[in-house]
Structure formats: structure tokens, C-alpha cells
């Protein structure tokens, strides 16, 4: 029986031809971590079953363990790699001081007595 990704807008599907192409991972029976799982997925009423998977593309190559014949997931490893709609997406602000902005104007003042070409030092010939 065939089973797709569980995140969203993915259309990988685990089957018997493409098992060998691609590596799906069950969700982990921590109950924390999948709750991480879960969260990272950003699937609003999303709750897993015993058959829910995601497949390899959802993670960092960090996060593999691949020194044994087996791909493994590292322990605590949570996928962070999703393509959302934007209205899922969230927005990084960044905040500065004033502080912070009135010390890159006084450097950017110094700059040009701070950074000076030195002139190279003769080597005598011995």
C-alpha cells in the first residue's frame, strides 16, 4: 500500500519502485519530539498516525547519520525544510537600537583613519 509525505504540498510517494530512491522516516514515538515533528510541519489540525512519514527532502543533509548501511536520522533532529504558501511563512524582523545605529555611523566615520596601507618593510639581503 502506498503512503505519501505527510507534509504539505509534497508529492513524494512511498512505494516499492521508488523505496530505493528516496528514504522516508515514521514520525519518532517521543512524544515531545513529535510534537516538534508536528510543529515544524505547520499543519493546523495535523495529528499523526502510526502509518504518517515525511520523506528525506524535509531535512537538513546534517541531519543524517550516515555511517553505517543504514540512513539514519540524528537523535533530536527535527525537519526545517518545508515550501509554505506565504501567509505560513513567518516574517523576520530585526530590531536595532539607536545605540547600535549611532555606533555604526561613528565608524563609519573612523573608517578611513583606521583602515591605512602600510608600506612594506625593506628585507636586507644578507
Same mark, same amino acid.
Given at each position: 500500500?502506498?503512503?505519501?509525505?505527510?507534509?504539505?504540498k509534497?508529492?513524494?510517494?512511498?512505494?516499492?519502485?521508488?523505496?530505493?530512491?528516496?528514504?522516508?522516516f515514521?514520525?519518532?514515538?517521543?512524544? /515531545?519530539?513529535?510534537?516538534?515533528?508536528?510543529?515544524?510541519?505547520?499543519?493546523?489540525?495535523?495529528? +499523526?498516525?502510526?502509518?504518517?512519514?515525511?520523506?528525506?527532502?524535509?531535512?537538513?543533509?546534517?541531519?543524517?547519520?550516515?555511517?553505517?548501511?543504514t540512513?539514519?536520522?540524528?537523535?533530536?533532529?527535527?525537519?526545517?525544510?518545508?515550501s509554505?504558501? /506565504?501567509?505560513?511563512?513567518?516574517?523576520?524582523a +530585526?530590531?536595532?537600537?539607536?545605540?547600535?545605529?549611532?555606533?555604526?555611523?561613528?565608524?563609519?566615520?573612523d573608517?578611513?583613519?583606521?583602515?591605512?596601507? /602600510?608600506?612594506p618593510?625593506?628585507?636586507?639581503?644578507?
Amino acid at each position: 500500500m502506498p503512503h505519501s509525505c505527510a507534509a504539505w504540498k509534497c508529492t513524494n510517494r512511498f512505494t516499492e519502485q521508488t523505496r530505493s530512491a528516496g528514504i522516508s522516516f515514521h514520525f519518532p514515538k517521543d512524544k /515531545a519530539l513529535r510534537k516538534q515533528w508536528e510543529t515544524a510541519m505547520r499543519r493546523e489540525g495535523f495529528s +499523526t498516525s502510526p502509518s504518517s512519514m515525511l520523506c528525506s527532502e524535509h531535512f537538513r543533509a546534517e541531519d543524517f547519520d550516515r555511517t553505517g548501511q543504514t540512513v539514519r536520522i540524528r537523535a533530536g533532529s527535527v525537519p526545517s525544510v518545508f515550501s509554505f504558501p /506565504a501567509h505560513l511563512c513567518k516574517s523576520v524582523a +530585526t530590531r536595532t537600537s539607536q545605540t547600535s545605529k549611532r555606533a555604526q555611523e561613528l565608524l563609519s566615520l573612523d573608517s578611513p583613519y583606521l583602515v591605512q596601507e /602600510a608600506e612594506p618593510i625593506p628585507v636586507p639581503n644578507l
